[in-house]
């Protein structure tokens, strides 16, 4: 049997951050929310009206157990490099911290070795109870549901098997406090019964499932389907695609615009794959990568003897393409005798291989793009004014991702679930922070530095755990938001930061960053007599994140 005695609750008020300029909450990367206990009693009155009361607990123990396994990999990180009854302890001291209940532990007894778990709580004023008697009296069966989901989600996660807490006397029903008592599920012979709590109901689940396909299915009439590789729903972002929709059914050639990494070859293969020509080949050359004595070979072909090493006849992009699609990226960057004959190309639908004095009739729908204003080019006589304006019939502008930011959360689920797959592990999602602070990046890389950022994301976030802002960037976040700590009185305090005289005196000294950032985490180590979970502390970070930047110095 551990004894239990809660340790200093600092480090978990630690992680507590009040950003009210921003209007986010943060408990180390989960955004949270202050809610008024009357509000969630009217919520429950209001399940348990619309769909009664089974389905009410359902989804409100439901509610509970995804947010108690969230928890739970926070105690992990918090508290790793200490005992497991500390660690454990986080969850009641979450509760009290939360505002559910004051928890006063009775027993328990655990083993992680072993596997084996039993535990007991009192719940003193817990608001579940209080709220539900508030709305219906008293009555019979206990109804702290949300909360004892939380119990189960959080132990289960941290025990790494299904450990279910069972509510043996509530509040709500006239008791002086709430008990609870935990212990895996298959030592409690009623565990079949109160299974369908914890797992999503089929019938409500189909219900919800058919009234999405209808809506899907009106989206689908009033708005045509993107293809997966285009995601996003902006409005900037529909108006380039609407274009290129509007275009598939033509032969016009396409210029797309925009930044370097906005996905103009996406684009360019969602029209290609849009069109008649889907059958055909697409081929993409991206003309800054090819020398410029060698692009007009790679564009138009070449016969054997036209120059020195041409021992065989080889057709060029053109001809590979017949019948589909070209795609020239970085078009701006052709030398002026290429763009003389790739105007001919356009204007007669003919091509002649270099050594050759033969034509060869060719059909291909030409799709260019470029990240250079080619009016500027026109204007500097680095671009054939006449092969602008033949390029420029059906311009096509893709925006970048700093103006579509609510694209981003697709994106990131999309790009997450690639890297999942890629890199062969699983990923439980992306925190709150993360998100919040991808959202804040000004992206000068676009989609690109996106893929680049969740890559690394994924390639470190631990197996079955969440990507975090420290795996995303390296050196300075995207969030320079103020932020407040919760003191051990309840009191909010602004959450240290460095004072503007020390930074001076930082930027002066010449010292780098790099140099600046080893010798404060050698301190830190040093102070706390090599823990690295106390010198963690000591920098206001989690053990991972220490450790990170230890072997990043190391490396």
Known sequence: MTTIQYPESADLRSLLRFAPEDGHIWLSEHRMLLLHVGAMSELRKELIGSVGQQQARRILTRMGFASGMRDAELARKTRQARDPADAFVVRPQLHMLEGCARVEPVRLEFDMQGNTFYAEFLWHDAWEAEAHAQAFGEVDQPVCWMMIGYASGYTSAFMGRFILFKETQCAATGCENCRIVGKPAEEWPDADELRPYFEADSIVGRLLELREEIEAMRHTIACPRKTPDLIGSSSSFLHAYDLISRAASTSVSVLLLGETGVGKERFARTLHEMSARKDAPFVAVNCAALPDELIESELFGVERGAFT????????????????????????????????????????????????????????????????????AVSAGTFRRDLYYRLNVYPVTIPPLRERPGDIPALVDALVRRFETLHGKRIAGISDKAMHALKLHSWPGNVRELENVLERGAILAPQNGLIEIEHLFIGALPDDSQEHALSA??????????????VAAVLASGVSLEAFEQNLLNRAVDQANGNLAAAARLLGMTRPQLNYRIKKQAG
Not at 335 to 355: D, F, M, T
């Open 309 to 376: 090493g041409a021992h065989a006849s080889r057709a060029g992009k053109f001809e590979r393409a017949h019948g589909g699609t070209l795609f020239l990226d970085e078009v701006g960057e052709l030398p002026l005798p290429a763009q003389a004959k790739l105007l001919r190309v356009l204007q007669e639908g003919e091509i002649e291989r270099l050594g050759d004095e033969r034509t060869r009739k060719i059909n291909v729908r030409l799709v260019a793009a470029t990240n250079v204003d080619l009016q500027k």
């Open 489 to 502: 009185r309840g009191e909010l305090e602004a959450a240290h930061r460095p004072p503007q005289d020390l």
